[in-house]
């Protein structure tokens, strides 16, 4: 049977509640403050709630609370206040404080009872809950551990350093292919596709825990095979129909070969995500030999580039308020953002027909 402390000066309510509760728990009693700090130093590991009354003389259920908030025990040991005090401010400081329950005199049995099963429930589930929260973070981090250091014993092999090369290498590659077409389209009309170029070579550890999640032995043939994002450009465009120019014209090199195609652009994801990817393999030149290897290429307008940066900040925060709301108002400006790309075109083409 759980154990419950019942605390309260007067001798008639600690037999009335012992009297109610007896048939359910194991009723400790205590006549005032100290008493009932002394008895949870003991039993605080086995006190399954607290029965607390707040006028008692030496330390008052006031008193008590603070006692137990100092020791860490208001977070596993649920209280319900025993009180015949009706002000609505008492109750309220009462749960400000950290207590799980009110229970006004005089008592009705049924009332106490059900009360007490409750909020024991109640507070059992969510220690529970807590706990598995605990072991699921606690496995999690001994999984990024060993993420950790599996990945710095694979940067630590010759044949994955040369892939990382390859890749960064084919980065360049595509730079390059790209930066010729902005200077070919700066000298013919006087104006650049693309604002910048950003990149990035995925790290150790991202390639690690990816190829765990499809269920793929890390190899370095298996970097090469199954990941089509380590090596990753992003183009940043002033307009929509710039991104599709410059991706046409890019993937037209006949030396480009394209694997996959995504318009998001077009076909934006639910939450409104959009831009323009593609898979391509690009040669490299080695001392021994002309190589391909995969590239993912993302083009996207200043603005698609902005909303996404902040949709993936807020992916990546598990403790923002307000989530789903967020979600809705990032849709929204998703649909904003198109539309303002649109109407910004439309303006430079206007501009442009008007010029000699």
């Not at 401010?89 to 409750?118: A, T, Y």
């Not at 092999?157 to 595509?174: C, D, G, H, W």
């Not at 990035?200 to 999640?213: A, C, D, Q, V």
């Not at 809705?328 to 430079?348: F, N, P, T, V």
Request: charged letters at 30%; hydrophobic letters at 40%.
């Amino acid at each position: 049977m759980q154990r419950i402390l019942v605390v309260d000066d007067a001798e008639v309510n600690r037999e009335l509640l012992r009297g109610m509760l007896k048939d359910d728990y194991i009723v400790e009693l205590a006549e005032d403050g100290e008493q009932a700090v002394q008895k949870l130093q003991k039993y605080q590991d086995e006190t399954t709630a607290l029965l607390l009354d707040l006028q008692m003389p030496k330390l008052d259920g006031f008193g008590v609370i603070a006692e137990m908030k100092e020791n860490g025990w208001l977070g596993k040991i649920p209280v319900l206040v025993i009180s015949g005090e009706q002000a609505a401010e008492v109750e309220n400081q009462c749960f400000e404080l950290g207590v799980s329950d009110f229970i006004h005199k005089p008592f009705e049995m049924s009332i106490v009872k059900n009360r007490v099963k409750n909020t024991v429930e109640l507070f059992n589930c969510k220690n529970q809950l807590e706990a598995k929260v605990e072991r699921q973070t606690e496995r999690l981090r001994r999984q990024h551990r060993l993420i950790q250091l599996q990945a710095e014993k694979l940067k630590e092999t010759k044949p994955f350093n040369e892939l990382m090369m390859q890749y960064r290498s084919a980065i360049m590659e595509v730079e390059t292919k790209l930066h010729i077409l902005n200077d070919e389209f700066s000298h013919q009309y006087n104006r650049n596709p693309f604002e910048s170029i950003k990149s990035r070579l995925k790290t150790p550890e991202s390639i690690y825990e990816k190829l765990t999640r499809k269920g793929a032995a890390v190899t370095v043939g298996n970097i090469r095979e199954k990941l089509a994002d380590v090596a990753g450009v992003r183009v940043i465009c002033s307009f929509p129909d710039d991104i599709y120019r410059l991706a046409e014209l890019f993937i037209r090199q006949d030396d480009i070969i394209l694997l996959t195609r995504k318009d998001y652009i077009k076909n934006p994801k639910d939450n409104g995500y959009r831009s323009l990817h593609i898979i391509i393999e690009v040669p490299i030149f080695l001392s021994s030999a002309k190589i391909y290897r995969k590239v993912e290429v993302q083009f996207r307008t200043i603005a698609m580039d902005f909303w996404a940066s902040l949709e993936h900040k807020l992916k990546y925060k598990k403790d923002v308020e307000n989530a789903e709301e967020i979600v809705r108002k990032l849709k929204d400006c998703a649909d904003s953002i198109e539309l303002l790309d649109y109407q910004m075109q439309g303006i430079r083409n206007e501009i442009d027909r008007a010029r000699p």
